[in-house]
C-alpha cells in the first residue's frame, strides 16, 4: 500500500499540467488558488462570468468561459495564467471517473481570523500546518464529493464554533449532487456567496464555515430558482424554551438582456420549542409574509427580503444588493437594512475594484434570540454565534483595489480600505419599545476608524505549489471605542501549500 502511495504522489509531481484538480461538475471552491486569477479576468471582460451574482462557480461553467475566452484583451501573462488554469479545470470527456489529492500546506499569520476576512484581525500570531485529502466520483449526472481537513487553529478562530475537542479536523466541503440541464440538486456542506463579488453576501455569504444544507436550482440559465434550506441549532427563546430552528433562501435570478441582471430574494428563520420545517415556508412561490399571515404565525417567524443586480455599461462592471429585515414602521421600529455597491473596469492590462457596503445597527437582529440570523451558538464556551451573512453590524466599509498579473500565475493587488465601527452588534439584546426613539440607525457610540492599506497576493508555481500573501498596514481610531486610543499595526498572513491530484475515467 505505500508503494502505491508514493507512486500515486510522484505521477502527480511529474505531471502537473495533466492532473485535474476537480471533477466538471464540482463546485470551485471560494479559496482554490484559481479564483483570484478568475475574478481578474472577469473583471477585463476578457472572460464571460457564468453566475455574475453568486459564487462558487461550477468548474465545468467556468472551464467553459476560459475556453471561449476573448484573447485578444488579453496581455503574455494572463494568457499564460489562462492555460494554466484550463489545464487544472479543463473536463474530462468521461461519463464516470474517480479523482483524489489534497494540500499540505504551512500558515504564518499575526493572527487567527482567515485572511480573507483580516479586516478586522484578532488573537496572536500562528504559525501552523495544514493538510487536507479530497476525493470525488462522477458517474454520468450524479456526483459525490469530500475534502476534510486539519487545521490546529481551527479550534481559535473567532469564526468557528464547534464541538470542544473536535475543532482540529473538519469537512470543508462534501457533498452529493445531481446536474440535468434544467435541474440541480445538492446535499452537503460547501461555501457559499451571494451577491456582489468582493464582499460577503447580505443573506447568505462565506463568513461562517461552511455548514449541511440543501441547495435547489430550477430552471435555465436564463431564469432560474434556488432555494437553501439548512437546520440551525437549537437556542433558548425569549421566554427560555429550547427552540429548534430552520433557515430557508429563496431566491429568482433572471438574465433580462445581454447587459442587465437581476436577483430578488427573501429569508426565513423559522423557530420554536418542538418546532417543525412547514412545507408553507418551503413552497418558493409563495413569499414568507403571506405564508405567515395566512397560516397566522406571528410569532417563530423572521423574515428578510432584498435583491441584486449588475449591469454591464461598455467596459464597466455595476452591481449592488440591499436588505430589508421586517422591521415595523407603524411602531417606529429603526430600520435594519443593508447595502452593497461595487463598480469595476479595465485600465490598461489592470482591473479596477471599488466597493461600498453598509450594515445597520439592528440588522440580523430580533426580539426573540432564537430568530438571530446567528450560527453556530455555543454559550459553554462562551461563543454567542456567527452570522449567517454578516458577521458585524452598525459599520461601513469603502475599498479600492486595483489586479495586475505582471507574470503567468502572479497576481497582485494594492488595495485601501476604511472602515467605520459602531458599537452596534447582532448578539445584543434587542431594543425594547421605549428605546426606539432613541436608538441610531447606524453608528452607535463611539465609532472606531480603520485605515487599511495593503498588497494582497497569490503565485501559482511549478509543481502544484502555491504561495499567499496579505500584509497590510493598520491604522486604527477609537481603538474598542474608546476616544482617542489609537494603534497602528502590521497585520500579514503567508500561505504556502503543495497540491497533489490523481485520477482517471472508469468507462
Known amino acids: 500500500m505505500r508503494n502505491h502511495v508514493l507512486i500515486l504522489l510522484a505521477s502527480c509531481c511529474a505531471c502537473p499540467a495533466l492532473s485535474q484538480e476537480l471533477p466538471a461538475g464540482a463546485r470551485l471552491p471560494l479559496q482554490h488558488w484559481s479564483v483570484p486569477f478568475l475574478e481578474h479576468l472577469a473583471r477585463t471582460g476578457a472572460i464571460v462570468d457564468p453566475t455574475p451574482l453568486m459564487r462558487p462557480w461550477r468548474v465545468a461553467d467556468i472551464a467553459t468561459a476560459l475556453e471561449r475566452a476573448d484573447t485578444t484583451r488579453l496581455g503574455r501573462a494572463d494568457r499564460g495564467t489562462r492555460r494554466q488554469i484550463l489545464n487544472a479545470l479543463q473536463a474530462r470527456s468521461s461519463e464516470r471517473g474517480i479523482i483524489g489529492g489534497g494540500d499540505v500546506g504551512v500558515v504564518v499569520s499575526t493572527h487567527q481570523r482567515r485572511p480573507e476576512f483580516s479586516l478586522r484581525h484578532t488573537g496572536s500570531d500562528r504559525v501552523s500546518p495544514e493538510v487536507s485529502g479530497l476525493f470525488g466520483f462522477w458517474f454520468g449526472p450524479a456526483l459525490l464529493i469530500l475534502q476534510v481537513r486539519y487545521d490546529e487553529d481551527l479550534e481559535d478562530d473567532p469564526d468557528w464554533a464547534g464541538v470542544l475537542g473536535q475543532a482540529e479536523v473538519g469537512t470543508d466541503w462534501g457533498y452529493g449532487a445531481y446536474r440535468s440541464k434544467y435541474l440541480d440538486i445538492e446535499l452537503g456542506n460547501l461555501s457559499r456567496n451571494w451577491g456582489p463579488p468582493g464582499f460577503p453576501g447580505l443573506l447568505v455569504s462565506d463568513w461562517p464555515l461552511s455548514y449541511d444544507h440543501l441547495f435547489v436550482e430550477l430552471g435555465p440559465s436564463r431564469l432560474h430558482l434556488n432555494m437553501l434550506v439548512t437546520q440551525l441549532d437549537d437556542v433558548p427563546d425569549r421566554n427560555g424554551e429550547l427552540s429548534r430552528r430552520f433557515f430557508l433562501a429563496h431566491r429568482l ?45 406571528q410569532g417563530g417567524v423572521n423574515f428578510m427580503f432584498g435583491g441584486e443586480g449588475q449591469m454591464r455599461v461598455g467596459r464597466v462592471h455595476l452591481t449592488g444588493g440591499a436588505f430589508f429585515d421586517d422591521f415595523d414602521v407603524q411602531l417606529g421600529e429603526p430600520p435594519a437594512l443593508g447595502f452593497t455597491g461595487t463598480a469595476t473596469t479595465p485600465i490598461g492590462g489592470t482591473s479596477l475594484w471599488l466597493g461600498y457596503t453598509l450594515v445597520s445597527n439592528l440588522a440580523y437582529r430580533t426580539n426573540d434570540p432564537a430568530e438571530k440570523a446567528l450560527v453556530a451558538l455555543d454559550p459553554d464556551r462562551g461563543r454567542f454565534g456567527t452570522g449567517l451573512a454578516r458577521n458585524f453590524a452598525d459599520y461601513d466599509q469603502v475599498s479600492a483595489k486595483l489586479t495586475l498579473v505582471p507574470l503567468p500565475g502572479v497576481i497582485m493587488a494594492p488595495e485601501v480600505t476604511f472602515l467605520r465601527q459602531g458599537e452596534g452588534d447582532q448578539r445584543l439584546p434587542y431594543p425594547s419599545r421605549a428605546e426606539f426613539d432613541t436608538t441610531r440607525t447606524i ?13 494582497v497576493s497569490t503565485i501559482r508555481l511549478p509543481l502544484g505549489i502555491t504561495a499567499s500573501l496579505d500584509v497590510a498596514m493598520h491604522r486604527v481610531a477609537n481603538l474598542q471605542h474608546q476616544i482617542g486610543a489609537s494603534e497602528t499595526s502590521f497585520v500579514g498572513t503567508g500561505v504556502l501549500r503543495w497540491g497533489f491530484w490523481s485520477g482517471g475515467s472508469l468507462d
Open 443 to 455: 453608528f452607535v457610540g463611539v465609532v472606531e476608524r480603520t485605515l487599511r492599506a495593503a498588497l
Open 253 to 297: 435570478e433572471a438574465r433580462v438582456t445581454s447587459w442587465l441582471d437581476l436577483a430578488l430574494w427573501q429569508g426565513t428563520i423559522l423557530s420554536g420549542p418542538n418546532r417543525n420545517l412547514e412545507i408553507w415556508y418551503l413552497n418558493p412561490f409563495q413569499p414568507t409574509y403571506f405564508a405567515r399571515n395566512k397560516q397566522g404565525q
